[in-house]
């Protein structure tokens, strides 16, 4: 009935998918506002979505639109890729998530603000936190004396050994230059020291020794280095280093804190102190990643920023009830994804020649992570630094609403087979313009707002969608990307935002939701069956909305117009059999399966792992198929194979087919899965 259903181009997929697996942002500015996790490549979707079209004029990927009116529903958005490349061919979009991030990201990227007024209202933003917060961030410049901005401030922390406090950083060196030159930290003194330059030892401030991570310690052997739990987080951090920057964009400089930099942040401090932010709107709540935080003693958000962070955070909340509800949402995210690159859990990376200054931000590692070498950031820097305001406003919104004017895709052109419209719009860097389309539409309050005839219509909904308020065939297909099954990080790391987007945006979204609807419930009362339980609710909506019509396809089987399409992986048999389970329960068939590359090897979080790198695309109907379907061949031969990641998903998406054309008893189904992957 549709192209997907037989064919789907693994090859040039996979070839998009590791272009942009490793620099998503890059290839869908408009999509990464804020921060999320596990998003799928915006090219695969791109691909399904085109697979559902069935003009074969506008079919090629290159083509513009092809699904002009058309409803689209994603009820499990996370980072909204369905809703972009959605809205891109024509569709109007419907958009899920219980978790209010997605919902907010979703409605301001997909939001027609124009890019001259985002402008004019940063300006006016950044200035006035200028204004008040300036002399937080200044320090006075080492050779000419002037008072100047600071880069960031670098920490070392202060951790005890054999009962004596010491300062352990990861690294003693600060930065490698290109000619050779080093600049380092004293170990004796603490003082920056510089290449071969006379050095004479003054007593640090502290008298604490300053080490080196994984040097020994006494009598030759390594011992182990303790936190000191019974003060807050931010306080556990000596500051080091400030840097600045020369004139005129020049080189970096390094210098030991002067008595001045001391008072700034003593006087940081005693602002921290009057600030009315109350300590039980930033508890943290148990979770499998907030144990990180438990276990380094944290128990509340606001000890994981120094003084001037908050400070910084306090003066936005305060500015940005003066402007307009879609600026206001913008420029919220905009602050709310700064704090990745500005908190207390953030690293230095930036001693080496090619990322001069550089900050580790606090989620590198998809997940909470305690460094040695902190440092503090100056997000009102006035330059387009790592992490600031400035390079933030300009690379994730400026970027962002000038692509979704105009998309552009990666110029790939398969053998045989030449793009719709590239003798029209020349080759720029590779990447090639479609004509006509934009990532941006309209939104409706409410489904019954979207006409047939309308087009780029979006209707976001915050809640589980175990219970979609839609009516019964009312969406022409589902596609989505469910969470998979103890990837838990997407609620419990996210409230490291949610704490805060609570201040900026208190009236937006339902801040109180109950996170145990989540199918990935990482709170108190997980338990396995959870996984099964909401994701057969949520697929039997699908099931609903899309409807069925009782016809026949030429092969003889019940079929409904509608398809579930969603991409999928896991190493455990008992995601696999949950999955099943759920779509069995909702009636859904397997029309076909295909593998995609989806995560870049090279990725932190999963670079050295046993990690899968492929997704399963399955394309599923309402109703039920023969036995046997040679779409998507025979089924596997078990065990299945777990030393190829693409061959892995393949014959899984093969066994899940033939289980849910079989309509075995859960029990058996249950018990496939583990036979099957050993």
């Known amino acids: 009935m549709y192209p997907i259903d037989a064919h789907f181009d693994e090859t040039f997929a996979s070839q998009m998918a590791k272009l942009e697996a490793y620099n998503k942002h890059y290839y869908r500015p408009n999509s990464y506002l804020h921060k999320w996790w596990a998003r799928r490549c915006g090219s695969t979707f791109r691909l399904i979505l085109k697979g559902l079209v069935t003009d074969t004029a506008v079919q090629d990927y290159y083509a513009p639109g092809g699904l002009e009116g058309r409803v689209i529903l994603d009820p499990m958005m996370g980072g909204g890729t369905t809703l972009h490349e959605a809205i891109r061919l024509g569709a109007n979009v419907l958009g899920a998530d219980l978790d209010p991030i997605p919902v907010l990201q979703a409605r301001a990227t997909l939001t027609d603000v124009s890019l001259a007024e985002l402008e004019e209202a940063f300006a006016q933003f950044y200035g006035t936190m200028q204004a008040k917060l300036a002399p937080f961030f200044l320090t006075t410049h080492p050779e000419t004396g002037q008072r100047t901005p600071l880069r960031f401030v670098i920490y070392g922390a202060r951790r005890w050994v054999n009962g004596t406090a010491v300062i352990v950083v990861d690294s003693l060196t600060l930065r490698i230059g290109n000619d050779g030159s080093v600049i380092r930290l004293c170990p004796e003194c603490q003082a920056v020291m510089r290449g071969d330059e006379p050095h004479h030892c003054q007593p640090a401030a502290d008298g604490l020794p300053l080490l080196e991570k994984g040097n020994t310690w006494g009598r030759g052997r390594r011992s182990p280095v303790s936190d000191d739990l019974t003060i807050p987080y931010w306080r556990r951090y000596v500051p080091l280093v400030v840097v600045g920057q020369n004139g005129g964009g020049g080189d970096l400089f390094f210098k030991t804190p002067d008595a001045a930099d001391r008072e700034t942040l003593a006087a940081a401090d005693r602002q921290r102190e009057g600030l009315a932010f109350t300590r039980s709107d930033f508890t943290v709540e148990p979770g499998r990643k907030s144990r ?387």
């Open 292 to 678: 990180q935080l438990a276990v380094h003693g944290v128990n509340n958000y606001l000890d994981l920023f120094s003084s001037r962070q908050l400070l910084y955070l306090a003066q936005a909340i305060r500015l940005l009830p003066d402007f307009a509800p879609a600026v206001r949402l913008n420029l919220a995210l905009l602050v709310s994804t700064s704090l990745e690159f500005n908190s207390m859990l953030c690293g230095y990376k930036g001693k080496n020649q090619r990322r001069p200054g550089a900050v580790r931000h606090t989620f590198s590692h998809h997940a909470y992570s305690f460094p040695h070498t902190a440092v503090e950031n100056n997000p009102l820097y006035p330059d387009k630094a790592s992490g600031t305001l400035q390079r933030l406003f300009h690379t994730r919104l400026v970027n962002g609403r000038v692509w979704a004017q105009a998309p552009r895709e990666r110029q790939m052109v398969p053998s045989g087979r030449q793009p719709i419209g590239t003798e029209r719009r020349p080759q720029q860097d590779g990447f090639v313009e479609i004509s006509g389309e934009r990532d941006a539409g309209t939104e409706v309050a409410e489904f019954d707002q979207i006409r047939p005839d309308d087009r780029r219509k979006f209707w976001l909904r915050q809640g589980s969608s175990a219970r979609l308020d839609l009516p019964d065939g009312s969406v022409d297909f589902v596609v989505t990307d469910p969470p998979y099954f103890d990837s838990i990080q997407y609620s419990d790391l996210a409230a490291f935002f949610r704490v805060w987007l609570r201040q900026l945006l208190p009236d937006t979204v339902d801040w109180a939701y109950d996170a145990q609807l989540s199918a990935v419930d990482p709170h108190r009362l997980d338990r396995e069956s959870r996984y099964t339980e909401i994701l057969s609710q949520i697929f039997g909506e699908c099931a609903r909305v899309l409807g069925a019509d009782g016809r026949q396809d030429g092969d003889g089987r019940q079929d409904g117009d509608g398809r579930l399409i969603f991409t999928f992986h896991h190493w455990n048999p008992k995601a696999w059999a949950a999955l099943t389970i759920a779509l069995q329960r909702a009636n859904f068939r397997l029309v076909n399966r295909y593998v995609v590359y989806s995560e870049s090897h090279l990725n932190v979080h999963v670079a050295g792992m046993k990690a899968l790198l492929h997704d399963v695309v399955l394309v599923l109907a309402v109703g039920k198929g023969p036995s046997v379907d040679g779409r998507y061949g025979r089924p596997p031969v078990t065990p299945i194979t777990t030393t190829d990641s693409e061959q892995f998903c393949r014959d899984c998406g093969a066994l899940l087919g033939h289980l849910l054309a079989a309509n075995l008893p859960e029990t058996e189904v249950q018990a496939a899965w583990q036979q099957a992957i050993k």
